[in-house]
């Protein structure tokens, strides 16, 4: 297994804010990593710094043996970054369809990974020229999932999968998740402790913007004092 | 049994349908009443012409509006320019109409200096590997944009230009749209180079916009942290390109200029409209680039900056074409004046004449017609690229979420700097169609301005439909005031109709406006906040 990402000690301020101060972690090809921690420890703006979105101001992040320093969001994100944002961040004016087109960075790439969305999620097919905003909010998670897979990406940026899905909807989720891994490495922001530990095989704990901990998720789980003080009651 | 409950729950979903949409019934049972009461307070016929005209004023005020929508959705930049550059549009669409040989006489001088600038991605380069200390790259963009600046300045002086000169009765402009207007127009004397060798001319005009574009380069990398990526070829082939263009025009620029003078009303009024279309894209995306990019999310800023802006090309406007008002000739096309005119019903539509008769009353065809088919087509193309095109779907998702269209590797920035030019290309075309209706006027802008941004309150602000139908409804209510000022509205209980006096035109348009946004807060196709 060789390095895909590697985070070296970033430090991103949003405005006047210091929100990481200091972020160092790596993830190894095909492997899924969970990121950790409290509400507002900065877990989001990591993936977003990871991006560029919210470019951190020292520190580097290497993505497949390139320093990502002073390039642009799409220019990160068409190295190979898929990113699915938090609270289903999928475009309401548009069709199904044209959420999953929009995605493309080649012609027929849609086309191309058909069978492997619709085969995860066979409710998009059904719902293909429906408008975003008409989806429920299960199917709007299903429809941001699936728009990370448009392209060929080595590195999925998964924020909060589960947040606000019904129970059968996240097992469906997690299955898709498990599924898609094969095909791309995955680095998940989660709250639900139960869900992270059952997808990821290391975990990376972000604790007021700073990286505090990391593992093997098999290790954290029969590691109470840790849970306890970072994550609150397992 | 097993049809009922998917009646009932469809019943259920039109019943719910009605009650969210009540306000927007309201608003179309008033705007009904509105026209009705209308059409039986007038003639027929001076309601026909009336709404004709309503739709024509909201045709044009439609061509700006959208833009200004399109921009504010998409970028969140309320671009308060946006009337100038409509009248900046009537203007130099109304030099390339009446006067191409000043048109192509400015082709060259401003084509070389650009060809300078456009290596701009080479002066980044050499700018971020150049060698300096903190306070040398402070002083040497400063330096480089100055002399760059003056040597353009100085440069411009001596190229040869026959231009009007507002401050001279026998050469202001109006002149020459009188003259072109009867058909008496003669080829302006052709200039020379002043003082100076052309060779030396042309390349220090290259030059001073090369440095010119170095020292925006420089000012430009003086902060950034990465060399800049070598220059593509396009930047050299474009820059290539456009200096051709400059020496090509200078070489042929005399039987250019009569061939030009030669050609009828008709094609010079659409060559005007293609062109001044053209050059305002070119003119909105460097303001996009040079002006606004440094400036998103910075509200305030972004509003000082498009509002002096506007002051500048309104100054700039009058200092070289003067503040009288002028016209701008009807192309003959839609100004017939001979024999069977003014027409008579729909088959005279296609004869040439400037007016005809359609339900009693007289329509001008360029005024009503042809204005109303411009809003019509422009309406049509931007609905189709918004619908069916990339372009358009990254704009209907750009409008909801830019970074996260972004985050899908898409360059969101290219796409804002596309918007802006199309919304400005749309806006100066709308300048120079007003042009031979309105005439024109320095105030053209700030009048429009106030329409548009009615209208787009009215449609809902982001809403390209919306604004569409704020341009319809402010349109069709202010030519229905004015014309009621005239006839007077009859009102039950008063002796005499009440007549609106002009000053009452603006407020009942503000008013309804009022009315939209109690019932409506968000517009008639706003999204809800």
């Given at each position: 297994m060789s390095t895909l990402l590697d985070v070296r000690d970033i430090h991103t301020y949003i405005g006047q804010f210091h929100i990481l101060e200091g972020v160092s972690f790596s993830v190894q090809e095909g492997e899924i990593v969970a990121l950790l921690g409290r509400n507002g420890a900065g877990k989001t703006t990591t993936l977003k710094s990871i991006l560029g979105?919210?470019?951190?101001?020292t520190g580097d992040v290497e993505f497949g043996g390139e320093i990502?320093?002073?390039?642009?969001s799409y220019d990160i994100a068409a190295m190979g970054i898929g990113f699915v944002p938090e609270h289903r961040a999928i475009f309401g004016a548009l069709s199904v369809e044209e959420n999953l087109r929009l995605a493309e960075r080649s012609k027929g790439d849609l086309e191309r990974k058909e069978e492997l969305i619709f085969g995860l999620f066979p409710d998009l097919k059904r719902l293909i020229?429906?408008?975003?905003?008409?989806?429920s909010g299960g199917q709007q998670q299903m429809l941001a999932v699936a728009r990370a897979l448009v392209p060929d990406n080595r590195l999925l940026l998964i924020d909060e999968p589960s947040e606000g899905l019904a129970p059968v909807l996240i097992e469906q989720m997690m299955e898709a998740i498990r599924q898609l891994s094969s095909e791309s490495t995955v680095l998940l922001v989660e709250q639900n402790f139960i869900v992270a530990s059952r997808l990821a095989s290391r975990y990376v704990i972000v604790e007021e913007g700073v990286s505090v901990a990391a593992g093997d998720m098999a290790d954290l789980v029969n590691d109470e004092a840790t849970i306890r003080k970072y994550l609150g009651a397992a | 049994m097993t049809t009922t409950a998917p009646t009932a729950t469809r019943a259920a979903n039109a019943s719910r349908w009605l009650r969210s949409n009540r306000g927007r019934f309201g608003l179309a049972a008033f705007f009904g009443f509105v026209l009705i009461y209308s059409l039986f307070a007038m003639e027929t016929d001076d309601f026909f012409i009336t709404i004709i005209r309503g739709l024509a004023v909201g045709a044009i005020t439609f061509l700006v509006v959208s833009g200004l929508s399109l921009i504010l959705g998409l970028m969140d930049v309320l671009n308060l320019a946006h009337g100038e550059l409509y009248m900046l549009g009537a203007y130099v669409g109304w030099m390339i109409y009446v006067r191409p040989d000043t048109f192509l006489d400015l082709v060259t001088p401003i084509a070389l200096a650009l060809s300078g600038m456009a290596l701009l991605p080479l002066w980044r380069r050499i700018a971020s590997q150049w060698p300096s200390g903190k306070w040398l790259r402070i002083i040497v963009p400063v330096v480089a944009m100055v002399v760059g600046l003056v040597i353009i300045v100085f440069l411009f002086s001596k190229f040869p230009l026959s231009i009007w000169n507002p401050d001279v009765f026998t050469e202001a402009p109006t002149n020459d749209a009188v003259a072109l207007d009867a058909g008496t127009q003669v080829v302006p004397e052709h200039a020379g180079f002043e003082g100076i060798s052309p060779l030396l001319g042309l390349i220090g005009m290259w030059l001073g916009g090369a440095v010119l574009g170095f020292g925006i380069a420089a000012a430009v990398e003086r902060k950034a942290e990465v060399a800049a990526p070598k220059p593509e070829r396009s930047a050299f082939v474009i820059s290539g390109a456009v200096a051709l263009l400059a020496v090509v025009v200078l070489a042929v620029n005399n039987p250019l200029t009569e061939w030009w003078y030669g050609l009828g009303t008709t094609p010079r009024f659409f060559a005007a409209m293609l062109l001044t279309t053209v050059l305002a894209f070119g003119l909105g995306t460097f303001i996009e680039v040079v002006f606004i990019r440094p400036l998103y999310e910075r509200l305030l800023y972004q509003i000082m900056m498009t509002l002096g802006l506007g002051f500048i090309l309104l100054e700039a406007v009058r200092s070289v074409w003067g503040r009288p008002q002028f016209t701008m000739p009807k192309p003959a096309a839609f100004n017939g004046r001979g024999d069977g005119c003014p027409g008579e019903g729909f088959g005279d539509l296609f004869s040439g004449c400037g007016t005809i008769k359609l339900f009693g009353s007289r329509v001008r065809m360029y005024n009503e017609v042809f204005i109303i088919l411009v809003g019509v087509v422009v309406l049509v193309v931007i609905t189709l690229i918004l619908k069916k095109s990339r372009l358009g779907m990254t704009i209907r998702a750009g409008v909801q979420d830019s970074e996260m269209v972004e985050a899908l590797g898409i360059n969101v920035r290219r796409v804002f700097t596309i918007t802006f030019g199309l919304g400005v290309a749309l806006a100066a075309l709308g300048g120079v169609v007003a042009g031979p209706a309105l005439g024109l006027s320095t105030g053209m802008g700030a009048s429009v301005l106030l329409l548009a941004l009615i209208a787009m309150a009215i449609g809902g602000l982001t809403s390209f439909p919306g604004a569409a139908a704020g341009a319809v409804i402010v349109g069709v209510m202010q030519q229905l005031m004015i014309r009621f000022g005239s006839v007077g509205i009859p009102i039950p209980g008063l002796a005499e109709p009440f007549k609106p006096s002009p000053a009452l035109v603006p407020v009942s348009v503000i008013l309804l406006m009022v009315v939209v946004l109690l019932v409506l807060p968000n517009g008639l196709f706003g999204r809800e906040e």
């Open positions: 979105l919210t470019p951190p101001r990502l320093r002073g390039r642009h020229n429906l408008p975003g905003t008409n989806l | -």
